[in-house]
Nanobody
């Protein structure tokens, strides 16, 4: 069993930056991808970016988002810059223990965190 815990959400103003964290813990698990998704009210879960654990390669869906990791601590981060109200939502961390045919599809992931709320409002 793997547990994912996100942190770092909060209420920020337009133009602010925010850095989220996600820690993975458990016994004897492998990480192939750790990925950030976002779900805005009334919308589907949206892919933001991922990191391939074997080599640290990252892919972000937009230039305002950057993913990094501390592989010694099984932790990933999401640096978000120039936030706007459309970025409001619950931010989730997901983990895949096997290779994936697509990193963007939420249903492919094996474990999820409970999410952290980000609200961008003036």
């Amino acid at each position: 069993q793997v547990q994912l815990v996100e942190s770092g959400g909060g209420v920020v103003q337009p133009g602010d930056s925010l850095k989220l964290s996600c820690i993975a813990s458990g016994r004897s698990f492998s990480i192939y991808y750790m990925t950030w998704f976002r779900q805005a009210p009334g919308k589907e879960r949206e892919f933001l970016g991922t990191i391939r654990w074997s080599d640290g390669n990252t892919y972000s869906a937009g230039s305002r988002f950057a993913i990094s990791r501390d592989n010694h601590k099984n932790t990933i981060f999401l640096q978000m810059n120039n936030l706007n109200p459309d970025d409001t939502g619950v931010y989730y961390c997901a983990l895949a223990t096997t290779p994936l045919s697509t990193m963007r599809e939420p249903s492919k992931y094996h474990y999820w965190g409970w999410g952290t709320q980000v609200t961008v409002s003036s």
